[in-house]
């Protein structure tokens, strides 16, 4: 079974993972111009990313707007964050894929990661070394943003299965 974990942020992504082998497929990034999701684009891009499969679960990341240690998200951010959060519920809703939200704290807490982006970084190389060059920041291929947003979307993912094959073996999440 094809399962996906996806971080909606502005550099965020959509990881496709086999449920099976707890391999990333495919990581598609959040096709972003002039600051709004192209939305046709992503949903194109994740439809032949599964070239023909169905993707059997996603797991999207709750969004919060960010507001902390006396900074706020203005209007048009939270407006764009809500925008792609909102476009792979649709997307998903379109075509079928059973869609589940998540809140950071909650899968962060499973690998036990704190909210510093750089841990996610690590957590992911670690529980996912063969595929950590997806994330893995270089000139031209993936900036450390990306790579941020491409590695929490693949442990989102993995959250995911971890907490799928948890309910359907009975044990505890």
């Known amino acids: 079974m094809i399962v996906a974990g996806a971080d909606p942020g502005a550099d965020g992504a959509v990881a496709f993972l086999d ?6 497929l495919h990581i598609i990034d959040m096709p972003m111009s002039a600051g709004e999701l192209r939305v046709r684009e992503l949903a194109t891009d994740l439809l032949a990313a599964l070239d023909g499969r169905r993707c059997g679960h996603l797991w999207i990341e709750k969004q919060v707007p960010f ?3 006396g900074r706020s998200m203005g209007a048009s951010s939270a407006f764009a964050l809500g925008q792609r959060y909102m476009a792979l519920c649709a997307i998903a809703a379109c075509h079928g894929w059973p869609y589940e939200v998540v809140s950071p ?3 962060k807490r499973h690998f036990g990661i704190t ?3 750089s841990l996610a970084l690590d957590c992911a190389g670690r529980l996912l070394p063969e ?3 997806l994330w893995t920041a270089r000139r031209g291929y993936c900036t450390r943003a990306r790579g941020i947003g491409r590695a929490e979307a693949a442990l989102i ?3 995911g299965i971890r907490s799928f094959n948890a309910i359907t ?3 505890a999440a």
């Open 19 to 24: 449920a099976e082998t707890c391999r990333v």
């Open 67 to 69: 507001a902390g240690a």
């Open 105 to 107: 704290v909650k899968w």
């Open 157 to 159: 993912g993995l959250y």
């Open 131 to 133: 595929d950590a060059g």
């Open 169 to 171: 073996t009975g044990a």
């Open 115 to 117: 909210a510093d982006k």
